[in-house]
């Protein structure tokens, strides 16, 4: 492909997925359209949760200029099970000439996480065959062997930390964890992690929509980058395989499962993005949570026992991933109202975690709760995320091992949030670890 088509491929791309979209999006929330409003709003991203209650107050399902938007936990919950939506926008269902317009303006070597094959929008029977692939190394007990050397990493990254009086955690620990384990699951070479990080970093508003064409073209680089770096990573495990994840994909010797390049790279490369873009919220909220409500924290230092609860009341609290949504597949009735075919559901998980007639006092973080682990954080239905096990694991031996070392650390001032819309945590992280240095 030339140099000219490759960047009038990305011109229509963007034109489809963030030009028209955001012209919509703007007129919409100059009328007042609530989920509009949270696209562009930046009072929602620093606090999403007052326009989940003007959204809540308006019903279980809200129509709006774009589509439905849903809070209820109830709803969002059916709609993420249901066989009546699906989770990508259905290129068949599209008139002809602009259905092949957008399959052309693909391109193989920028696919983002939201782009298909990525199992994130794919379905059945293609989304069957890829996570069967991949579902093994995520399963509970497969997670739970990999508790050790989890906490050989958080022990090791929290040894540097020992003579750093004031540090920015996110950048020394709550990105470090997540990337050092899945980059190993996935047989990375350690030198490859930082390279790793930042592609991800650059890259993670690529799950939001109506970026500016400039915002897009810098997500669109690291994309591309991450994709160069991915098919080198790839090639290179196709000749010295190990006894990773990938190596086992990239030999798998059964033709009827053998997964193509382009199927290889969207499932490696959404693995290794999702397995620390949301965990590094994960680590980063926790850690605010708990500096925040010292009668939590002490809950937990005097009862170990709670702390896998703690994690779900986290990720309750503070969903790492907001919003997700759905495409009806054909009419639907729902909460009293119809979706049409193709119609887009928006589910908004930090909201639906909030939900009243689910959580009693709902806005009270209490690492007691009960059902915390009702939460919608991790999705639900056939794309309930593949790494739920992994991140819980991550969180709890992540956090205990922080706050049991470092029992004085302090939020110091100037932590700055992630400008991402959809993913939601903190940027910068600087805490005071208030050891006394000796010597
Ligand atoms: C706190 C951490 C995490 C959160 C909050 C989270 C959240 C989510 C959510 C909400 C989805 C589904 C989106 C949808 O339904 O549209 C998802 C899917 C997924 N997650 Fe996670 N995730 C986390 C950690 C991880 C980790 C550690 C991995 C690494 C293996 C991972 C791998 C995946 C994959 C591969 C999918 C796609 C599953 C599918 O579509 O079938 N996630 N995650």
């Not at 107050?57 to 936990?73: K, Q």
């Not at 249901?82 to 269902?93: C, E």
């Not at 196709?238 to 010797?253: I, K, W």
Request: glycine residues 10%.
């Amino acid at each position: 492909m030339t140099a000219a088509t490759t960047a009038v491929r990305r011109r229509v791309r963007w034109g489809f997925q963030h030009g028209v979209v955001g012209l919509a999006v703007r007129r919409a929330a100059r009328k007042g359209d609530l989920q509009a409003t949270s696209i562009v709003d930046p009072g929602h991203r620093a606090n999403p949760y007052p326009l989940y209650e003007k959204v809540r107050a308006r019903g279980d399902l809200v129509p709006g200029r774009l589509g439905h938007v849903t809070v209820s936990h109830d709803v969002v919950n059916a709609v993420l099970k249901s066989d009546d939506f699906r989770a990508g926008p259905d290129d068949a269902a599209m008139p002809g000439p602009l259905a092949r317009l957008v399959r052309w303006s693909r391109d193989p070597g920028s696919l983002g996480p939201i782009d298909p094959p990525s199992l994130l929008v794919v379905e059945p029977p293609d989304h069957t065959r890829y996570r069967r692939l991949v579902s093994r190394v995520f399963t509970a007990r497969a997670v739970e062997a990999l508790r050790v050397r989890v906490q050989a990493i958080a022990d090791e990254l929290l040894d540097g930390l020992e003579s750093t009086p004031e540090v920015d955690l996110v950048e020394a620990y709550c990105s470090q964890l997540p990337v050092t384990v899945i980059t190993e699951i996935l047989g990375v070479r350690p030198e490859d992690r930082d390279k790793v990080l930042g592609f991800g970093r650059d890259g993670a508003p690529s799950l939001d929509v109506g970026l500016t064409w400039k915002q897009f073209e810098s997500v669109d680089i690291a994309v591309r980058g991450f994709q160069e770096w991915l098919g080198g990573h790839l090639a290179r495990l196709r000749r010295e395989p190990g006894d990773d994840l990938l190596s086992q994909l990239v030999t798998l010797e059964d033709e009827g499962q053998r997964l193509d390049e382009t199927e290889l790279r969207a499932v490696a490369g959404l693995v290794l993005a999702a397995g620390f873009e949301t965990t590094v919220n994960l680590l980063g909220s926790g850690t605010v949570l708990l500096l925040e409500h010292p009668d939590q924290l002490a809950l937990l230092l005097d009862d170990p026992s709670l702390w896998p609860n703690a994690v779900d009341e986290i990720l309750r609290y503070e969903a790492p991933v907001q919003v997700t949504a759905r495409f009806a597949l054909r009419e639907v009735q729902l909460a009293g109202r119809v979706v049409h075919p193709g119609g887009l559901v928006v589910t908004m998980l930090g909201g639906a975690n909030r939900d009243p007639k689910v959580f009693a006092d709902p806005n009270r973080f209490d690492v007691t709760r009960e059902n915390a682990r009702e939460h919608l954080s991790f999705s639900g239905g056939r794309h309930f995320c593949l790494g739920a096990a992994l991140a819980r694991l991550e969180g709890e031996v992540g956090l205990r091992t922080l706050l049991d070392r470092f029992p004085d650390l302090e939020l110091a001032p100037g932590r700055t949030r992630r400008t991402t819309r959809v993913l939601r945590g903190w940027e910068t992280l600087p805490v005071r670890t208030n050891r006394v240095l000796v010597g």
